[in-house]
């Protein structure tokens, strides 16, 4: 092999990389500028949730990207609220919250829409348990999955959705784009 060939072969092998490092910054700035952009009209980092599971429907299929807005960049609307004003969120009055269970970190977030608030000391619902504190009473909306409230179950037994567990509300849906996400739960 002559030395031309050589050198050739060498600043190929030279260029491959810097062009593949070229590349993997590129990513890295798309991903921050979006993450960036994110924090800017959302409020989060992360604003993107995959629902994984039919207690939405057929509001939210699973598989939905949703974007999720910082609970402190809204004004909540309950189911109840949002009758007595027609402000409607994913085909139902009221908004759709995605709060951490119990407020414990680590754990996959519900993403149901706010029924009700109630007071500390009143009934969580007609002839339900009392309230130890004051928060959401919140449910899915599917009819067939969801019969009941969160509180009468076991996703929030017996205590309503303090406003601290709260993470944001339900903006926009993106439909079938969170299967990939799915893939690598």
Known sequence: MSEANKENR???????WVSLGKDMLSVV??????????????GLWTPMVAVESGSMEP??????????????RVELVTNEDGESSDYESF????DVILYRPYGQEGVTPIIHRAMYHVEAGDPMWE???????????????????NKHFDQEGQISYHVPVKEEWIIGTAKYRIPYLGHVRLLFS
């Open 59 to 72: 509001h939210m299929q699973v598989g939905d990207i949703i974007f999720i807005k910082n609970i402190d």
């Open 127 to 145: 002839n339900g348990p009392i309230a130890p504190y004051s928060g959401y009473i919140t449910k899915g909306d599917n009819p067939v999955t």
């Open 91 to 94: 085909g139902n009055y009221g």
């Open 10 to 16: 060498i600043q190929g092998e030279e260029n491959f």
């Open 29 to 42: 700035a798309v991903l921050i500028a979006f993450m960036i952009l994110s924090k800017l009209a959302f």
